[in-house]
């Protein structure tokens, strides 16, 4: 008969330990999302029980139906997809055009270039409101959601050329010149070769840039005052300060309005991940 | 390799979209903190009027000491927390790319919707947290915690430290897993237990990816503008005001351009020299020594 040895079960009694560390800290973090779902499952009458239930008493899904009577969500989320679909598109365009420069050819100052692009996304946003503010104004593009286009996009841009950029890094150049062999001009090795080869990437960029626009609450905040140009943060955001709050509806519509956000992330997970951590790893 | 000019021209949209939509509001915005800028953009010289103004205000002082406050605690936090997470998900299990990605969803989630979460969850009167704290004994009785100074502050780290620790996590988990086998087996033939490793082997090696990772969420903590505005707005009274907000304050309340603008530049100087300590620690290496 096989002895368990004392030192094995007592590993085995860490390992168990460190397993239910994990999930607690793991519900930890999930908890307040388990959150926003019950209450958004709950009557009103159970969302301002006393005291508070963690569960709702009858589940009801009357939040997803009236939210959209409440307040115009449909309108709100029109509005985001339909900015945050613009911006990642002309993100997507000219930051594969600028990551195949900064990939492919040896530029002076190239470097200290990129960083510079990079350093632009440091920058606090408040900085850019009162000037985007003022140039809409002018321009009477305020309550359009063009500039909250332009907006979106030169904020994604800098980090999404700089991950692609690294991604081309990353496909050998002899192939770039296999293909001018074959007699490709630059525009076709960009094209037949790199833009392909990199669809992995590009699908990251691509959400990426969606998602930061879909996010992004200052300066939709800012550049739309009229309802009918807010967008899903601005919306919800605006709701919470009404007097009477219907917290079982604001949870309904964050859950509803969060939905892209976690399933794009998750398809994503391992792209955005190696963007993210490349050139901090060495 | 090829001629570089070509090069500038690929890299030409992405530039001119930076330089317009981005360069020409700093210059403006530059310009107005040395400058009284009335509500209908009339500038009249200040030079430096603004920027005493603002570094004597009781606001702003206050502002930027939660700012700080805010930063430091949220990091600390962060790599607590991040770095037990870290270690227990470097190893292999069932389910680890599950529990995961779990981690991962506060991070995947808006600002906004965080904010809105948290404000609900500590609400005085039907807060989840007070029940679950009340019910432990931890409380005695349920605190308004966003409605005095004293607690407020403290709820909104707290909100920051959910939201921010998966990728304080992801960041650390990475590093882990760059740490190459060898060390450790080899420490284990040396008869090295668990604690020795993890302090002559894995803290060495991960604390570049710590310093980077901490640079970078000081940064970001330090520019929070949504999660402060939504869930407490600055208040009560400015207990809970940073930097980002005093300048959307001083802009869209006050209507003060010229001292939000100084009171800006301020905060974005401290940012960009985060910032360049941020990319001295990346090394200057280019991108494609990297590979995947």
Redesign the interface.
């Known amino acids: 008969m096989k002895s368990i040895s004392l030192p094995s079960v007592k590993r085995e009694l860490v390992k168990g330990l460190?397993?239910l560390?994990?999930?607690a800290?793991?519900l930890a973090?999930?908890f307040?999302?388990l959150?926003?779902l019950s209450?958004a499952l709950k009557s009103r009458a159970d969302?301002?029980?006393?005291?508070?239930r963690?569960l709702p008493k009858t589940i009801t899904v009357e939040s997803f139906v009236t939210i959209w009577k409440v307040q115009p969500f449909i309108r709100y989320f029109a509005n985001s997809a339909l900015v945050a679909l613009t911006t990642c598109l002309v993100n997507l365009?000219?930051?594969n055009?600028?990551a195949?420069?900064?990939?492919?050819?040896?530029?002076?100052g190239?470097?200290s270039?990129l960083?510079g692009?990079?350093?632009?996304q440091?920058?606090?946003?408040?900085?850019?409101?009162?000037?985007?503010f003022?140039?809409m104004g002018r321009l009477h593009l305020v309550n359009g959601l063009l500039p909250l286009i332009?907006?979106h996009?030169?904020f994604a841009?800098?980090f999404c050329?700089?991950m692609l950029?690294?991604y081309y890094?990353?496909i050998p150049k002899a192939l770039d010149e296999s293909a001018t062999i074959d007699g490709c001009n630059?525009n076709q090795v960009l094209s037949k070769i790199l833009l392909p080869l990199s669809l992995p990437g590009n699908t990251a960029t691509l959400i990426f840039g969606f998602l930061l626009s879909?996010?992004e609450?200052?300066f939709a905040l800012?550049l739309n005052t009229s309802q009918l140009r807010y967008t899903f943060?601005v919306g919800?955001?605006l709701l919470?300060g009404e007097y009477r709050v219907e917290?079982n509806q604001?949870?309904a519509a964050?859950l509803i309005?969060?939905l892209p956000?976690?399933v794009l992330?998750?398809l994503v997970?391992k792209h955005l991940?190696?963007g993210?951590?490349?050139?901090?790893?060495? | 390799m090829k001629s570089q000019k070509e090069g500038y021209l690929y890299v030409l949209p992405c530039l001119v979209v930076l330089l317009v939509v981005l360069g020409f509001p700093i210059l403006f915005v530059v310009w107005a903190g040395f400058n009284d800028v009335s509500a209908t953009l009339q500038f009249a010289w200040k030079g430096l009027g603004n920027y005493a103004r603002v570094l004597r205000d009781r606001s702003f002082l206050v502002a930027l000491w939660n700012t700080i406050v805010f930063s430091v605690s949220s990091v600390a936090f962060h790599l607590l927390i991040g770095i037990i997470l870290a270690l227990l998900l470097n190893r292999k299990f069932w389910g680890r790319k599950l529990l995961r990605t779990v981690v991962l969803i506060p991070w995947m989630l808006a600002y906004v919707v965080g904010a809105i979460t948290w404000r609900w969850m500590a609400n005085g009167s039907y807060g989840i947290l007070n029940e679950v704290l009340f019910r432990i004994g931890v409380i005695r009785d349920y605190v308004p915690w966003l409605g005095q100074p004293s607690t407020a502050m403290p709820m909104v780290i707290l909100a920051n430290i959910w939201k921010q620790v998966p990728f304080v996590m992801l960041m650390l988990l990475a590093g882990l897993q760059a740490i190459p086998v060898e060390q450790y087996e080899a420490a284990h033939l040396d008869g090295a237990n668990a604690w020795t490793e993890f302090w002559k082997i894995t803290l060495p090696n991960v604390r570049r990816v710590v310093l980077i990772t901490m640079t970078l969420d000081f940064i970001w903590s330090f520019k929070q503008f949504d999660l402060v505005y939504v869930m407490t707005g600055g208040g009560p009274g400015i207990s809970t005001e940073v930097l980002s907000t005093i300048v959307y304050r001083q802009y869209f309340s006050a209507m003060q351009f010229g001292v939000g603008s100084a009171t800006a530049v301020l905060l974005t100087a401290v940012v960009l020299v985060l910032s360049y300590l941020y990319i001295l620690l990346m090394g200057k290496s280019k991108v494609s020594d990297e590979v995947y």
Not at chain 1, 117 to 120: A, D, N, Q, R, V
């Open positions: 460190l397993m560390l994990l999930v800290m793991a973090m999930l307040p999302v959150w926003i209450t969302t301002f029980a006393v005291p508070p963690l365009a000219i930051a055009l600028a195949y420069g900064f990939s492919r050819f040896r530029m002076r190239g470097m270039l960083l692009i990079l350093l632009t440091m920058i606090p946003g408040v900085l850019f409101v009162l000037p985007f003022m140039v332009i907006a996009t030169s841009l800098p050329t700089w950029t690294g890094d990353t630059r879909w996010n609450f200052l800012t943060p919800i955001a919470v917290w604001i949870m964050s309005g969060s956000a976690i992330y998750t997970d991940i190696k993210m951590v490349a050139g901090s790893i060495k």
